[in-house]
T-cell receptor, first 116, second 114 residues
């Protein structure tokens, strides 16, 4: 069964450093998403991406965050200057259609980001 | 703004018991509803997707129902097993906006005792 692949599985970074989280969505999917889950909290929406541009973004997704699809397979989330409160599990997801109609979203296994 | 609530927050049952997990949402104008399983420190595994026009979906020992008018969905697990121990999340699919399309509840942590 097709999977969404995320790397690395765990990243530790110093406060103020830049991090790039990587995702390979399912190959025939057109819509890509980043979500995050702070320990013990709900899974929260960050951003959706379609046709090489951001479709929607949440209030969390401020100027410190950016997304990119640098080639035909990768989808990245960059945090420019990490803060302690950015520590969370970051999930990438993809879907073949808008709103996941008939298929839902497929999530990756996540990248645990720890900012120290 | 859509709010998704799951009750109970935690549930412990003996092996073999049938159980029901509850999910409620405040905005009934959803597109679909998806149930996920999350093992500790792991990703989200999709279990069932119910379209807004459907009343229920079944997969093996799992059955999910949807009542849009009352803003409720349930996940029924038959003959529970220790391997079912995990956190179960429901997520309502909205029509976009700054909340995004998929809005999650906080989950029900299920523990099935041998």
């Amino acid at each position: 069964e097709p999977e969404v692949t995320q790397t690395p599985s765990h990243q530790v970074t110093q406060m103020g450093q830049e991090v790039i989280l990587r995702c390979v969505p399912i190959s025939n999917h057109l819509y890509f998403y980043w979500y995050r889950q702070i320990l013990g909290q709900k899974v929260e929406f960050l951003v959706s991406f379609y046709n090489n541009e951001i479709s929607e973004k949440s209030e969390i997704f401020d100027d410190q965050f950016s997304v990119e699809r640098p080639d035909g397979s990768n989808f990245t989330l960059k945090i420019r200057s990490t803060k302690l409160e950015d520590s969370a599990m970051y999930f990438c997801a993809s879907s073949p259609t808008v709103q996941g109609a008939n298929y839902g979203y497929t999530f990756g296994s996540g990248t645990r980001l720890t900012v120290v | 703004k859509q709010e998704v609530t799951q009750i109970p927050a935690a549930l412990s049952v003996p092996e073999g018991e049938n159980l029901v997990l509850n999910c409620s949402f405040t905005d009934s104008a959803i597109y679909n509803l998806q149930w996920f399983r999350q093992d500790p420190g792991k990703g989200l595994t999709s279990l069932l997707l119910i379209q807004s026009s459907q009343r229920e979906q079944t997969s093996g020992r799992l059955n999910a129902s949807l009542d849009k008018s009352s803003g409720r969905s349930t996940l029924y697990i038959a003959a529970s097993q220790p391997g079912d121990s995990a956190t179960y999340l429901c997520a309502a699919m909205n029509y976009g906006g700054s909340q995004g399309n998929l809005i999650f509840g906080k989950g029900t942590k299920l523990s099935v005792k041998p």
